[in-house]
């Protein structure tokens, strides 16, 4: 207490005297900053390494805490799994460390360069130029929105001849599949047996194509007639359409009389 009372008393009669701060010859004298409230080089370059230094230190202490975290783990795993698994944890959290690191000293990089006088210009590490002329569209900017645009639009025609390919080939399969249905129209009929007028019997209808189809008629069906666009459909008693037929159809939907004995028949096409 005695030396720092001693030390104010000399810088008070340092100052009393004019010979503060250059002459002044106290113990343990410190120089008062030459100028307050402005950074000059030396300082700067001062406080970078500063701020390497802390970053270094403080990198070490995340990955030896890192390091004794891993070991811990090694040391309490069952599985090799659980391992890996906290191991890529401490490695992304290492990452995030260093990522967040580098942010902050990219963002003192860009505001001592603004105290210095020497901002937009800055050589700190991925600095990128704002903006020289903000709201204005310079002819460099033109041309590359202009590359931006064709770019765009070829991806868009070839999205456009993609869907238009795929409606085409929908539409090709309908087509098909609607000219196959009319074709199956026009190459059947429907052949109704029924029992006449009073019968408490069902009626049962078949349909004729052109290749052979069998089928029992029933003793009590006394009626046959055809619908559709087949044409004549020709009655077989036998299976397997035998010749000769024992009746055949027009397509006029007129009720016949039913032969005794049907076993196949087929329409004429």
């Not at 505001?111 to 903000?134: I, R």
């Not at 408490?200 to 055809?226: E, F, L, P, R």
């Amino acid at each position: 207490m005695l030396q720092n009372k001693l030390a104010g008393e000399c810088e008070e009669m340092c100052k009393e005297v004019g010979a503060y701060p250059d002459k002044c010859t106290c113990p343990n004298f410190v120089q008062p900053d030459a100028t307050p409230g402005v950074m000059t080089w030396p300082e700067l370059l001062d406080h970078m390494d500063n701020l390497v230094a802390w970053g270094k230190d403080t990198l070490k202490g995340w990955s030896a805490q890192a390091s004794a975290l891993q070991k811990k783990v090694r040391s309490v795993s069952k599985t090799v799994e659980t391992t890996i698994l906290d191991s890529k944890a401490c490695a992304a959290q290492d990452m995030q460390h260093r990522l967040t690191i580098q942010n902050k000293l990219a963002d003192a990089c860009q505001d001592m360069c603004k105290e210095v006088g020497a901002y937009p210009d800055c050589e700190c590490p991925n600095f990128v130029q704002p903006d020289s002329t903000p709201g204005v569209m310079t002819w460099d900017e033109l041309l590359e929105h202009m590359d931006n645009l064709e770019a765009w639009s070829l991806e868009m025609i070839k999205g456009w001849k993609s869907r238009a390919a795929l409606i085409q080939q929908g539409n090709a399969t309908k087509n098909v599949t609607k000219n196959a249905t009319k074709s199956i129209k026009k190459t059947s009929a429907q052949v109704t047996f029924s029992a006449g007028q009073g019968s408490t019997q069902a009626t049962h209808t078949v349909t004729a194509g052109c290749g052979c189809v069998d089928y029992a008629m029933q003793s009590y069906y006394k009626h046959v007639k055809s619908c559709g666009a087949a044409g004549m459909v020709m009655l077989y008693s036998a299976a397997g359409c035998v010749e000769p037929a024992v009746l055949t159809l027009p397509p006029t939907c007129a009720d016949m009389d039913a032969p005794g004995t049907v076993g196949s028949l087929k329409a004429a096409c």
